[in-house]
């Protein structure tokens, strides 16, 4: 059974930092990624991981702020994320994928999603 399970959101002020998990379990996956969600917001795309870390791909409004990275003896991905602005406030969520594809920063060609665990930036 496969599970992802993220953590280590929280309050943080403007400029502060955070760093999130994503602890799978059930099986490895090549492409790994997070999105995010703000109230009465789509959805969207924040940065995405795969060849084993070789490579990864960034939303512009989080790129130079972000780093995405995984350690594959573990099964883990993780966002650090530094530079944090209000606007970042968010549910973040990890997702695996099972095939491989361009199209990295669509949720649509991700299979397997976490609970979901909540940012939030203060002014």
């Known amino acids: 059974q496969v599970q992802l399970v993220e953590s280590g959101g929280g309050l943080v002020q403007a400029g502060g930092s955070l760093r999130l998990s994503c602890a799978a379990s059930?099986?490895?996956?090549?492409?790994m990624g997070w999105f995010r969600q703000a109230p009465e917001k789509e959805r969207e795309f924040v940065a995405a991981?795969?060849?084993?870390?070789?490579?990864?791909l960034y939303a512009d409004s989080v790129k130079g702020r972000f780093i995405i990275s995984r350690d594959n003896a573990k099964n883990t991905m993780y966002l650090q994320m530094n530079s944090l602005k209000p606007e970042d406030t968010a549910v973040y969520s990890c997702a695996a994928a099972s095939k491989g594809t361009i199209i990295v920063i669509s949720d649509r060609t991700y299979d397997y999603w976490g609970q979901g665990t909540q940012v939030t930036v203060s002014s």
């Open positions: 991981i795969w060849g084993n870390g070789g490579s990864t």
């Open positions: 059930g099986r490895t996956f090549n492409r």
